[in-house]
């Protein structure tokens, strides 16, 4: 499975973005899609994620209520709509993906910076 993740940029606090994460290749064996962010002098820590086929989905808590994770089936796309974004927003965004079977994310895309100004 081949992830490319792209929207990334710089957005004024409190406005909003909309990343994408295209994925190609063996499709059919994902079970679970993700996000996760990596701020300057952090680890990378996760955002959110999306099980493919039922669209259930889970938020860390401090973007619930802001961020929205969402799918395209049909596009194999897999989407992050930030809202009211905060400085500490400020980070490279990275897709994942997790193969059915599996409890871990095998897949990354190449990530995409996001820069929120204040």
């Known amino acids: 499975v081949q992830l490319q993740a792209s929207g990334g940029g710089l957005v004024q606090a409190g406005g909003f973005l909309r990343l994408s994460c295209v994925a190609s290749?063996?499709?059919?064996?994902?079970?679970?899609m993700g996000w996760f962010r990596q701020a300057p002098g952090k680890e990378r820590a996760f955002v959110a994620h999306?099980?493919?086929?039922?669209?259930?989905?889970n938020y860390a808590d401090n973007v619930k209520g802001r961020f929205t994770i969402s799918r395209d089936n049909a596009k194999n796309t897999m989407y992050l709509q930030l809202n009211s974004a905060k400085p500490e927003d400020t980070a490279v965004y990275y897709c994942?993906?997790?193969?059915?079977?599996?409890?871990?994310?095998?897949?990354w895309g190449q990530g995409t910076l996001v820069t929120v100004s204040s």
């Open positions: 999306i099980i493919w086929y039922s669209g259930n989905t």
């Open positions: 290749g063996r499709t059919d064996s994902v079970m679970r």
């Open positions: 994942a993906a997790m193969p059915m079977g599996t409890l871990t994310y095998n897949y």
